[in-house]
């Protein structure tokens, strides 16, 4: 399943500086979203978004800022890191409401906060 | 408030025993309901939804509407069953996915 792949793998960082994680998929899927995944949280959903320039906020959002100008690329930023954002991401994609609905995801990065 | 919890963090089973999963959930609507699952090194994947009424790698659920729950069952657990199992409710409307805290089974050979 290499239709959809995050960028990077590993990453460390220091407070305060700019992160961006990539997402691309190659299913034209008009969904896709962004999960922070914690040791007693499970997966939580950051941003999501249902097609090309439509974004919305998950229940864990502040601190992150999204975009999607192309269909197939879901960004997701931490403006200035913290290290309570330290995780693993994961970008997800889906197809759509409907009998097929899934989601599909991709193999995580782990981001680490110093 | 859409909910889904799952009670066991960890969960242990020998080998050929039977393996039952927990999941409730709280939705006002009418969800759908699925189970995810993580192998080591492996991406999270779809194991089961329960619209399909199917039964893969010979595990099943079933939605219990009157209690709100969609436990994960197997008769026989296997070692390769061993993984990190997330329980999620979707709203029907494409934007809502929404996760248990997942539980990790080990099957003890």
């Known amino acids: 399943d290499a239709g959809i792949t995050q960028s990077p793998r590993y990453k460390i960082t220091e407070t305060g500086r700019q992160v961006t994680l990539m997402c691309h998929q190659t299913w034209s899927h008009s969904y896709m979203f962004w999960y922070r995944q914690d040791l007693g949280h499970g997966l939580r959903l950051i941003y999501y978004?249902?097609?090309?320039?439509?974004?919305d906020k998950g229940e864990v959002p502040d601190g992150y800022v999204v975009s999607r100008s192309k269909t197939e690329n879901f960004p997701l930023t931490l403006e200035s890191a913290t290290r309570s954002q330290t995780s693993v991401y994961f970008c997800?994609?889906?197809?759509?409401?409907?009998?097929?609905?899934?989601?599909?995801f991709g193999s995580g990065t782990q981001l680490s906060v110093l | 408030a859409q909910r889904v919890t799952q009670p066991e963090k960890l969960l242990s089973v020998f080998k050929g025993a039977p393996v039952e999963l927990k999941c409730n959930y709280s939705y006002s609507g009418s969800p759908e309901l699925f189970w995810y699952v993580q192998y080591s090194r492996q991406r999270l994947q779809l194991l089961l939804r329960?619209?399909s009424r199917e039964s893969i790698k010979g595990f099943t659920a079933d939605l219990n509407k009157g209690e709100t729950s969609f436990h994960l069952k197997k008769p026989f657990a296997q070692e390769e069953d061993s993984a990190m199992y997330y329980c999620?409710?979707?709203?029907?409307?494409?934007?809502?996915?929404?996760f248990g805290t997942g539980t990790s089974l080990t099957v003890i050979p």
């Open positions: 997800a994609s889906s197809a759509g409401p409907g009998a097929n609905e899934k989601l599909f």
């Open positions: 329960h619209i």
């Open positions: 999620a409710l979707s709203g029907g409307t494409g934007n809502q996915f929404y």
């Open positions: 978004s249902a097609a090309a320039d439509i974004t």
